[in-house]
């Protein structure tokens, strides 16, 4: 499923960004950012209901399945030359597919591990499937380069992220029916009253949960740093780096980035249980603000592509600190009959909060990227975040 993931968004970002046929601007960067983004904040406030309602093994089969319908419509819809509002709705549907997917599995993880060893499980579990995400990213942009830049190619290499959502399916048939759970449902008996309480109750399982609900202010925080760097990574890619060496712009400068961003994934899955066993979760986190801060401060200000490449690394490599920490918060402090509602509620907060720094900035951000003003802005929601989290855990 992850590969999937990976391939479907490095072929939508591909035929969107740096398509020939195609132009890209601030606002339509922010566009695709919002397809592949946005979906799950959508579908969240019902989906946290349903996965605390339905045999989440069977929810995992049949959204890959629809998945790999949504990827073919989607390819075929780019090798049309469609653009704009209806390409972006295939591609929300795909993406919100996936999340509402994801969410299954992130719920379902105490289910198949001991209790005493979630954060090291949830650690893996986050860092393989990012890993392979990217490596679905970089066999996308691989065939790219057999299939072409236009709007054909990018048709090709966007189908074949089907793979992942026909591999996703196979393996999640394989569980026994209910082993994910959930194993009790706290639903009311009418489908549609559990749908429309599954934010509420949500956000109040989460609101009576310290570690919980400080951790979202710190991940929140991330989020919309993140958002902004992005924005003005992409345009200096696209408008202002060139080549330097084996150091690539472009799209396969987009490519190095990922590796950048997966490489820090990777090290993040490795040494968060040793941080948080060494330092506690709580100084885990504002460490793993504060070290996103200095990088965005030393690596990112420079604005030349040898540091941006260098701060994509340390940056993904805090923010997944930040976000295993809360994953295993959720898993380890919230019950069963609610947990799916939380991730839920956290991946809308999530998504929606990275979509709307990127749109803000789109609309200041110039042509070019360069605005080491919005990188200061970056910095100081670090800090804000540092704040928040401690007078959350106070």
Same mark, same amino acid.
């Given at each position: ?33 919002? &397809?592949?983004?946005?979906? @799950? ?31 073919? &419509? ?60 990217? /490596? ?39 569980? !026994? ?38 951790? /979202?202010?710190?991940? /929140? ?17 696209? @408008? ?71 701060? &994509? ?32 509620? @956290? ?15 789109? !609309? ?24 928040? @989290? ?5």
């Amino acid at each position: 499923m992850h590969w999937g993931d990976g391939a479907f968004q490095a072929g939508l970002a591909g035929a969107v960004l740096f398509n020939p046929e195609r132009a890209a601007d601030p606002l339509t960067i922010a566009g695709g950012f919002a &397809a592949l983004l946005l979906p @799950y904040s959508l579908v969240g406030p019902f989906a946290g209901a349903l996965l605390d309602r339905w045999d989440r093994r069977r929810v995992l089969v049949l959204a890959n399945v629809l998945r790999g319908f949504a990827i073919v &419509a989607a390819a075929a819809g780019l090798g049309a030359g469609l653009e704009g509002v209806p390409l972006f709705s295939l591609a929300l549907l795909v993406m919100g597919i996936s999340r509402f997917a994801g969410a299954g599995l992130s719920a379902s993880l105490p289910h198949v591990v001991p209790p005493e060893r979630i954060v090291t499980a949830n650690a893996l579990s986050a860092t393989v499937g990012a890993t392979i995400a990217v /490596l679905g990213g970089a066999c996308a942009i691989g065939l790219r380069a057999v299939f072409g830049a236009g709007d054909t190619g990018s048709a090709w290499t966007t189908s074949f992220a089907v793979l992942g959502s026909v591999a996703g399916a196979a393996l999640a048939s394989r569980f !026994a029916r209910g082993s994910l759970g959930p194993d009790t449902v706290d639903e009311p008996a009418n489908a549609l009253a559990a749908v429309a309480s599954g934010l509420a109750s949500g956000a109040r399982a989460a609101a009576r949960t310290p570690s919980v609900r400080a951790g /979202l202010v710190a991940l /929140l925080a991330h989020r919309a740093a993140f958002g902004i760097s992005l924005l003005l990574t992409v345009l200096l890619m696209r @408008y202002s780096f060139s080549d330097i060496g084996p150091l690539k712009a472009g799209m396969p400068g987009i490519g190095q980035l990922a590796l950048m961003g997966g490489a820090g994934i990777l090290l993040a899955g490795v040494f968060t249980p040793r941080l948080v066993a060494r330092f506690g979760r709580r100084g885990t986190v504002v460490s793993g603000l504060a070290v996103a801060a200095l990088a965005q401060a030393a690596l990112g200000l420079p604005l030349v592509l040898p540091t941006v490449l260098l701060a &994509a690394f340390v940056i993904t490599a805090a923010g997944q600190v930040l976000k295993l920490c809360v994953d295993a918060a959720v898993q380890r402090d919230i019950g069963d009959e609610t947990r799916g509602r939380v991730f839920a509620l @956290y991946d809308t907060l999530f998504n929606t909060t990275q979509v709307a720094a990127v749109s803000l900035a789109a !609309a200041f951000v110039p042509l070019d990227g360069q605005s080491p003003a919005l990188l200061f802005v970056a910095i100081g929601l670090y800090l804000v975040g540092i704040a928040g @989290y401690l007078i959350a855990t106070r």
